[in-house]
């Protein structure tokens, strides 16, 4: 492959160092004898070839990749070398180091998977709603992911744990407790190859005793693996529910049941569960048979008229 004349300079640099009596460290971690190894490393950073994971890309991350150039998956080690293998053929060559070193020279970021928690902002005590777990971002295959999640059992139940995908997506075995969940499923087919998208519904329910504020859920840890068994820490992220306990159909949180109220629930009037958007319409269906109708409309007229 023709390599530019930037990657040259780089790479020529890179293995000057390298030669210059390091004991058979890399230039950039003999500077930092505390900097990881990669031989150390057992959950690859959320930006890819961040190999000494200190947040950047940099010589540090070339000069570990240039020394596991000729490691391939059927090496007994190959864990340890995995995170060099930036293309994903199996193997540390010349393309993956020149890669890295394009990386370093532009700046370009790669791209970093993040937690996305959907669910609504706002909820009632004695309410019930429905959270979904999602990744954006993510290119990379996923086999298997191990999730935590918490919340405050104070304020909120969990009732239920579901894939949306039941044949792609499966959740083997889960560890419940007061206040938090740990799960741990693989993917199967299509999903291992396109990582990204929403994958389970949790469901809640806010305690009838709960006292109004935010409610936060956070995911506090999530670990993916790829088919090769490399690990990455994905991070974390939280959804913010606001508790209400005013009256049911009091929209505008004002105390009391006007026209207001009757006008906020009319903006959805039509909406069903099967819209993608019902999870904003679902706090105005007040029967809850699945679609904000006339009968919604005349409960909230009249709760007004009883005042």
């Known amino acids: 492959m023709r390599l530019g004349a930037g990657v040259r300079r780089l790479l020529a640099a890179l293995l000057l160092g390298m030669t210059a009596g390091l004991g058979g460290l890399p230039a950039a ?5 505390e ?9 690859l950073p959320a930006v890819e070839g961040d190999l000494n994971q200190d947040g950047n890309r940099s010589v540090g991350d070339l000069a570990i990749a240039a020394s596991s150039i000729g490691r391939t998956s059927a090496d007994p080690d190959w864990g ?15 393309a993956d180091v020149s890669e890295i070193a394009r990386w370093i020279l532009s700046g370009v970021a790669e791209e970093t998977a993040a937690i996305v ?20 971002g993510r290119k990379s295959a996923i086999t298997a992911e191990d999730l935590t999640l918490t919340y405050n059992p104070d304020q909120l139940e969990l009732t239920g744990t579901e894939a949306l995908d039941a044949e792609r997506y499966a959740i083997l075995d889960h560890v419940q407790s007061p206040g938090g969940i740990r799960f741990i499923a693989v993917r199967f087919g299509e999903l291992q190859s396109s990582p990204s998208g929403d994958f389970v519904k949790l469901q809640f329910k806010v305690k009838p005793e709960a006292a109004s504020g935010a409610s936060a859920i956070t995911v506090t840890r999530l670990i993916v693996s790829d088919g090769q068994g490399i690990e ?24 009391k049941m006007g026209v207001g109220d009757l006008a906020v629930t009319a903006r959805f009037y039509g909406r069903t569960s099967e819209q993608p958007d019902w999870m904003e319409a679902k706090d105005y269906d007040l029967n809850g048979d699945g679609i ?15 005042g």
């Open 232 to 255: 990455t820490s994905v991070g974390s992220a939280a959804h913010h529910v606001t508790i209400s306990t005013s009256l049911p159909g009091d929209y505008n949180h004002d105390g």
């Open 292 to 306: 904000v109708n006339i009968q919604d409309l005349a409960e909230i007229a009249a709760a007004i008229f009883a």
């Open 80 to 94: 340890s070398y995995a995170g060099a293998d930036v293309s994903g053929d199996g193997q540390v060559d010349i």
């Open 35 to 43: 900097s990881p190894s990669f031989g150390s490393i057992q959950l």
């Open 117 to 136: 928690l959907t669910g609504p902002g706002t909820a009632r005590a004695g309410d019930s709603f429905d959270l979904i777990y999602g990744l954006s």
């Open 29 to 33: 971690q003999a500077d930092n004898a």
